[in-house]
């Protein structure tokens, strides 16, 4: 038989111990709640606490934690937003300066800036018939200006290409790749066919001597020659375009090399105490509004 007393008492007692259970497991579930509220963890807590409340089926604690998670979300939308680190959103950085780019604009504007005033302080000049040129009064082959052991014509290959063999010796320049600044075009340099990238003198010597040079010293001539700043490493049709011809007679096709060739063709003027013509100051002065 059946005893039916302890039938009835035992149902008590197994209800009485799921209340038990239940309660403790909500006890706890608000104590990780608690926690996980008072960490945040980056918006991992509230969605956590929501999903204990509904899983709880504690309605009041569910909807503040949902609305968290909510804005948690908000807050994390902003975020990625907004600019990276360090910049903002018109290109410049936390400090207000500006970018790489707007650096260099800066640059070119103010080497322009100083280029027109050496330009207002030339004086004006046509240049002279006589006496005749002669190539050899601004001596004869390259020299060492910079006492580097390597003679200006190497020494500008080294300079203004890239990619360069060097010979045994040091200084011989066995080829290259120019990126031609009057045309701009690449070059494969070779030195077996040297015609391809020449020397130029920003200045011509036979321009500078019907302008005055020849009035000059050999020493000073010799000087002028093979002064680094005065040369450039150019596609050999286009220096011999040039010739001898000042900037108002010719100028890079390469529009966007007018600005760099106006600057180094006024300071070399300015340097050597050269004047300009008429017709290479406008010249000068157009190029140099290019410049920024």
Known sequence: MINRDVARTSRPRDAGGSAIQYASLIVLAGILMSALWAANLGGVGTHTTAALCTLLRQPDCAAPAQAAARADDGDLAALRAQPSEGTNSEGTNSEGTESEGGAQQDEGQDDGDAARELLAGLDSLEPSDEPDYDRDEFGSGWLDPDGNGCDGRNDTLARDLADTVVGDDGCRIESGVLDDPYTGERIEFDRSRPQEVQIDHIYPLAYAWRMGAHEWTDEQRRAFANDPDNLAAVAGPANQSKGDSGPGEWRP????????????????????????SPSDRAALGGMLDTCG
């Not at 760099?260 to 050597?272: L, P, Q």
């Open 253 to 276: 096709d390469n529009e966007g090399h007018h600005c760099r060739y106006a600057i180094d063709y006024v300071e070399v003027a300015a340097e050597y105490d050269l004047p300009v």
